[in-house]
């Protein structure tokens, strides 16, 4: 019999008096995580010339402690800022001939479609969305995606979407790639911690961030290159380290930069294990669907069915009246007059609540929400 593991805010710097259900958006950084960081800063101030000395060999250290945890080979791992920048360099390095198609579907994150349409006018290529259902199962994707790759050069696709929390079927488009000799670009964004193994499918490059559900500092992310394009995938700061010809040492160094929380990363991973996170991430899959129920409930509508949704993200849909042009003025009104912090995504006409769960949630946060939020719609 699996034990209920109870929450642990004790473990986060949390203001106790905000409900903090949008753990998905910045994460939040375990305090064992920040008392390292700061430390670390000290030493860095007490003697620059020292810590910059020091930093390749501790980076060096940290990069290989985030490649094993992803279960991915370390000659292919490079430490990027975020998810965003590694689709950029994923981007500037693949062959995007003219009059090709960068693919994407309706569920990619913002940043992400700017990029495409970036690279497709630097190239004169075009992007080519395709709208795929919330509620599509594996098949379905597969086969949507399948005849717009006619003419594709890139795939990009989510692992795990977050605009709808929706879970893409990596390996099987993975194996469609091969056959359309199409380059493949995963925004594993979401994916550390919640998936296993997430880079394991081969994918041309694969992008996931550390700071979100393994809570590790922000601007801590991985970028996973396939050995075919390891020689020509170079950082987007040109460095000290342009010519060296290891992937993951390109990456390294980026002249004055603050290497602090790439260091300090895996110090959250250690907090993971405390948690006993297999388990745990089990148990707030759970919790999640609870709370989104009852906020649903206490709205009046109810939780998109999606499929095949993230482990711990759930989507509310809200009331046909709330006017999502005004999304943003409506988020600082729930933190300012009911001291919550949530976030709204709009999807196909639709509006949402993208509700998240960590180990520092508890049921009780997702009905406090439900019994003050219905007043302000």
């Not at 689709?87 to 479609?113: E, F, K, Q």
């Amino acid at each position: 019999m699996v034990t209920l593991l109870s929450p642990r805010p004790d473990l986060w710097t949390l203001d106790p008096g905000v409900l903090h259900l949008n753990h998905g958006s910045y994460g939040a950084v375990p305090r064992r995580t920040q008392e390292l960081m700061a430390a670390l800063r000290t030493e860095t101030e007490a003697n620059p010339m020292a810590w910059f000395r020091s930093v390749a060999d501790q980076l060096t250290t940290s990069r290989l402690e985030l490649a094993s945890y992803l279960r991915t080979d370390p000659a292919g791992f490079a430490l990027v800022p975020n998810a965003s920048a590694g689709v950029t360099v994923a981007l500037a390095t693949l062959p995007i001939p003219s009059g090709s198609r960068i693919v994407l579907t309706n569920h990619a994150y913002g940043a992400v479609r700017y990029a495409a349409e970036r690279f497709a006018k630097a190239k004169g290529a075009k992007v080519v969305v395709v709208d795929v259902p919330l509620e599509a199962d594996d098949e379905t994707v597969v086969s949507l995606i399948a005849p717009r790759l006619d003419q594709a050069s890139v795939l990009i696709v989510d692992q795990i979407s977050s605009a709808t929390a929706m879970v893409f079927p990596i390996g099987d488009l993975v194996a469609l790639c091969r056959e359309h000799d199409v380059a493949i670009v995963v925004d594993g964004a979401h994916a550390p911690a919640l998936i296993d193994a997430p880079a394991a499918d081969g994918a041309d490059f694969w992008t996931g961030n550390f700071h979100k559900w393994p809570a590790s500092p922000r601007a801590t992310a991985g970028l996973v290159v396939a050995e075919k394009w390891r020689t020509e995938t170079l950082p987007l700061i040109v460095s000290w380290s342009e010519y060296d010809e290891r992937l993951p040492e390109r990456f390294d160094m980026q002249g004055t930069y603050d290497y602090v929380p790439w260091i300090a990363a895996p110090e959250s991973l250690r907090v993971l294990d405390e948690l006993d996170w297999p388990v745990r991430r089990t148990q707030l899959s759970n919790l999640i669907d609870e709370g989104a129920r009852i906020i649903a409930k206490a709205l009046a509508t109810g939780v998109a069915e999606v499929t095949r949704p993230a482990a711990t993200m759930r989507l509310v849909e809200l009331p046909s009246s709330v006017d999502l042009t005004a999304a943003e003025a409506f988020k600082v009104r729930v933190s300012r007059e009911l001291k919550a912090e949530i976030t709204m995504t709009g999807f196909d006409g639709r509006g949402f609540i993208r509700l998240s769960a960590h180990a520092y949630n508890s049921l009780e946060d997702y009905k406090s929400l439900a019994e003050r939020l219905p007043a302000l719609l």
